[in-house]
């Protein structure tokens, strides 16, 4: 007769025989098959890194001495395929211009694929069924396929935080992602919020630096046009976002009112970070800060929720229910005006995920301080 102990042991064993071939299957030979058909469809339907043909194109016209911005007097100046980014990401592109574009563009859509895996190697994943299921998250494939910039904005994040106690480190990385994108602009209200004020300050100045320095490399082309073409870029696009304005218009208020709600949750989410900061949750103050950066952007698509890979990674470094909720964006069109309830969607999934994660990180904080307040009465015990 078997003991009931080895009995459960007999259970576990049977379990784990089931368990580890079918692990090998959804985070292994799954998002593997899914990332290489990517490629190939990208190849097929000639839509390669489709939105660095923007960056390409600008870092061609560099080379020719001209100006990579559209003119303004140009009513179609303003699309969704005309450069409209600070320089720096024009001149990056130019070594790739030796090469032909589909080369170049599958070159991109592979450094993409390094980049998220890096970015969960940065914040300490060590659970590899989390390099798979975030391999399969709708905003990490629109980022690859559409070969945007937003997977290095989210490793500039991650390194951020990873080097939060290092001023010249964290400063460079953030001054780096500002300069390629302005979004993580709330990471400065982190620093500053987490007194890290000389890194607050050399973000800033960093920031500048590589904008400004980048920009007198093409002579300072587009320079004082280009606060009039960001406000064209939001009036020709903005309605193909998801943003907490666009539910507002959505539901039938008026423009101001929308707006007004729009940004009134971003400065919640502001100062949520500022307090959270000044208790001491310097984890949880960056997730929100990362949440403030996707709230307070007008113009946000599907790829930009890829941010969500380091709020994730934060909570919950090895496989847990977060992981699994971004894959609720699969109902969620890349861009192409979405319908009420896709805006509504995409946005709720982002809020489930983020409040996942800050409530995974209480949690692990409140074990943490229970264990240590057991093992101090135990220390103290005769």
């Known amino acids: 007769m078997i003991a009931p102990l080895e009995t459960k042991r007999y259970q576990r064993s049977d379990l784990a025989r089931f368990v580890r071939p079918v692990s090998w299957v959804l985070f292994g030979a799954l998002p593997a098959l899914v990332v290489v058909a990517l490629f190939v469809e990208t190849v097929q339907d000639d839509a390669v890194a489709y939105d660095f043909r923007v960056f390409f194109g600008a870092a061609e016209a560099v080379l020719r001495g001209d100006s990579p911005y559209p003119q303004l007097h140009d009513a179609g100046a303003v699309i969704a395929r005309s450069f409209v980014y600070p320089p720096l990401t024009a001149l990056a592109a130019i070594p790739l211009t030796v090469l032909p574009f589909q080369a170049a563009g599958l070159l991109v859509q592979a450094g993409l694929v390094v980049a998220i895996l890096a970015t969960l190697y940065v914040l300490g994943v060590a659970d590899w069924r989390c390099y798979g299921i975030v391999l399969l998250w709708p905003?990490?494939?629109?980022?690859?396929?559409?070969?945007?910039?937003?997977?290095?904005?989210?490793?500039?994040?991650?390194?951020?935080?990873?080097?939060?106690?290092?001023?010249?480190?964290?400063?460079?990385?953030?001054?780096?992602?500002?300069?390629?994108?302005?979004?993580?602009?709330?990471?400065?209200?982190?620093?500053a919020a987490g007194r890290r004020y000389a890194a607050a300050v050399l973000s800033c100045v960093s920031c500048a630096a590589l904008v400004l320095l980048s920009w007198a490399v093409i002579g300072f082309a587009g320079f004082a046009d280009y606060p009039d073409l960001l406000r064209r870029l939001e009036r020709v696009v903005g309605d193909d976002s998801y943003t907490a304005y666009i539910v507002g218009l959505d539901l039938g208020l008026p423009s101001a009112v929308a707006r007004g709600a729009w940004l009134a949750l971003g400065l919640a989410l502001l100062a949520t970070v500022v307090v959270l900061a000044r208790r001491g949750e310097d984890r949880s103050a960056f997730m929100v800060a990362i949440a403030a950066s996707l709230a307070l952007t007008p113009i946000i698509w599907l790829h930009y929720f890829a941010l969500l890979a380091v709020v994730v990674a934060l909570a919950k470094p090895r496989?847990?229910?977060?992981?699994?909720?971004?894959?609720?964006?699969?109902?969620?069109?890349?861009?192409?005006?979405?319908?009420?309830?896709?805006?509504?969607?995409?946005?709720?999934?982002?809020?489930?995920?983020?409040?996942?994660?800050?409530?995974?990180?209480?949690?692990?904080?409140?074990?943490?301080?229970l264990a240590l307040s057991r093992t101090d009465m135990a220390a103290s015990s005769p």
């Open 319 to 369: 496989l847990a229910l977060a992981w699994f909720v971004p894959l609720g964006m699969v109902l969620t069109p890349g861009s192409g005006h979405p319908s009420p309830f896709e805006t509504a969607w995409t946005l709720g999934v982002a809020a489930a995920t983020i409040g996942i994660a800050l409530v995974g990180v209480r949690e692990s904080a409140e074990k943490h301080s």
């Open 139 to 191: 905003p990490v494939l629109s980022a690859i396929q559409t070969g945007s910039v937003t997977m290095l904005l989210v490793l500039a994040a991650a390194l951020a935080w990873r080097y939060r106690d290092r001023t010249a480190a964290s400063a460079v990385a953030v001054g780096i992602g500002l300069a390629i994108k302005t979004i993580l602009w709330p990471l400065i209200v982190w620093q």
